[in-house]
């Protein structure tokens, strides 16, 4: 985690929590809007086209997104600050890891990768979805708690409420257009597997199968978060000299 910390109720962090707001909210009707449009628009343009159609909105709206966050997440007032606790830097890597491993399922499915595979709505009982049948949700609200207890900000709980609250309602949609477009076959999927994590395992409705996860997709994520780790210093130093840059000019 980033050693250096930012100065809050800066003149241009005011608004920036608002701002913040209004970015979640145009992501998600953007995201979950697509997601209803989508058996619409691919009986009129294909699926490739949708897909393509979708990615080119969608990346550039998450990448505005973490890009801001990045410049604003010491904004607004400073709740707490755990810091310097000797406990704090191992808890949320921890955290931030097996969120990854929540966030990313599609790496569970390589074939869903247009080239391979065309692109069409499937039911997946495997893998993740045994543990929570809406892992990225899980794994939001995980990468969630976790830097907002490093952060410890007013953006970053402004932050976090649009994330959850976007993901809450992802499950209710998600769950409903499985139910329209599979039926039955969905309504049993849901009934067999639970939001919360383990919850199903535990009341005996579902098995975990350790086979299922011992994939190279989990190697690809490990990968991915060790990079994470060595780079995140920098990251995080180049979004202060970022803000920095920007507070300077902005008080001219």
């Known amino acids: 985690m980033e050693p250096v910390l930012i100065p809050v109720l800066a003149p241009v962090s005011q608004h920036s929590s608002w701002v913040m707001l209004a970015l979640l909210l145009g992501f998600a009707v953007l995201h979950s809007g697509g997601a209803a449009l989508r058996s619409w628009a691919e009986e009129r ?14 990346v550039p709206a998450a990448g505005l997104l973490i890009a801001y966050f990045l410049a604003h997440r010491y904004d ?5 600050n755990l810091q310097d606790r000797p406990w704090i830097v191992p808890l949320v890597w921890l955290g ?19 080239a391979l595979l065309r692109p069409q709505v499937r039911l ?28 410890g900000s007013s953006f970053m709980v402004a932050t976090c409420f649009g994330l959850i609250a976007h993901h809450l309602f992802a499950i209710w949609h ?16 849901q009934a067999q597997t639970s939001i919360v994590p383990f919850a199903a395992v535990l009341d005996g409705r579902q098995t975990l199968v350790l086979a299922e996860f011992l994939r190279p997709a989990q190697l690809g994520i490990a990968v991915a978060i060790g990079l ?12 202060t000299s970022f803000q920095r840059t920007a507070l300077a000019h902005w008080l001219g």
């Open 124 to 151: 997946y009982g495997s893998g993740i979805i045994r543990i929570s049948r809406h892992p990225q949700a899980i794994g939001q609200i995980l990468w969630c708690a976790t830097h907002l207890l490093w952060i």
């Open 228 to 239: 994470l780790w060595w780079a995140h210093p920098s990251i995080g130093l180049a979004a």
């Open 76 to 80: 607004g007032w400073r709740l707490w």
């Open 96 to 114: 931030s890891a097996i969120s990854f491993f929540f966030l990313y399922p599609a790496t569970y499915n390589l074939l869903e990768i247009p």
């Open 45 to 58: 343009i294909g699926a490739r086209a949708w897909r393509l159609i979708f990615a080119l909105a969608s």
């Open 174 to 189: 998600g769950d409903r257009r499985l139910r329209q477009r599979f039926g039955s076959a969905a309504s049993e999927l």
